[in-house]
């Protein structure tokens, strides 16, 4: 069961990009990897997922070295907006049940400012 | 295409009461979860379905909480009785099969329990 650790917070300002890195030292073989956003007093909502090597879609990007041990959600040029809670999860693309793997753990909490 | 929904939003109980969350999932996602998220934390994981059988409910404390998901789609959650830690926001998502990485997920009942 992978356990992924995180940045508790980070502060940004508008127009930077913002890159939050999550350490999962025991991904398993079959494991992806899978960001999600929250933001107050909504539900979580999927940003990007992948297996290795870079992933890129209108709204992130995801890096992912050949040893898989980490990951880098990196956010261009962010707004206000994006002022929220980002959660890093590892996990079977066909988990069918037992232990439990769609665990997420506290976030990062992101602060953009102007 | 409408997204899960959940009711009610809101709910406000004394301890030893009982209570009921209901969940309508996407349209076609055989995959439906329920999450407990206490404030301040990441959701947890309670129970997930694929289409009307338990895949995994072993974070469930079986002893207060149940859930049913008849004819493989809209779902119940129930707590009977509510103690005072179960205040939190209630969350129901749903996936495709097989990506159960990809979750959907409604806006969440906020539970608090007096």
């Known amino acids: 069961l992978a356990k992924t650790t995180q940045p508790i917070s980070m502060d940004s300002y508008e127009g930077q990009e913002v890159n939050i890195t999550c350490s999962h030292n025991?991904?398993?073989?079959?494991?992806?990897i899978t960001w999600y956003q929250q933001f107050p007093s909504q539900g979580p909502r999927f940003i990007i997922q992948?297996?290795?090597t870079k992933v890129t879609n209108e709204v992130a990007s995801l890096f992912i070295p050949a040893d898989r041990k980490s990951s880098t959600l990196s956010l261009p040029r962010v707004s206000l907006s994006d002022t929220a809670v980002y959660y890093c999860l590892v996990g079977d693309e066909n988990y069918g049940g037992s232990q439990g793997n769609l665990i997420f753990g506290k976030g990062t909490k992101l602060s953009v400012k102007p | 295409e409408a997204g899960v929904a959940q009711s009610p939003r809101y709910k406000i109980i004394e301890k030893r009461q009982s209570v009921a969350f209901w969940c309508n999932p996407i349209?076609?996602?055989?995959?439906l979860y329920w999450y407990q998220q206490i404030l301040g934390q990441g959701p947890k994981l309670l129970i997930q379905?694929?289409?009307?059988?338990?895949?995994?409910d072993s974070q469930l404390p079986k002893d207060r909480f149940s859930a049913e998901r008849l004819k493989g789609v809209d779902s119940t959650l129930k707590i009977q009785p509510a103690k005072l830690e179960d205040s939190a926001v209630y969350l129901c998502a749903s996936s495709l099969v097989p990506r159960q990485n990809e979750q959907y997920f409604g806006p969440g009942t906020r539970l608090t329990v007096t």
């Open positions: 025991n991904i398993a073989t079959n494991d992806y």
């Open positions: 379905f694929q289409n009307n059988g338990v895949v995994d």
């Open positions: 992948g297996y290795k």
């Open positions: 349209s076609g996602h055989a995959t």
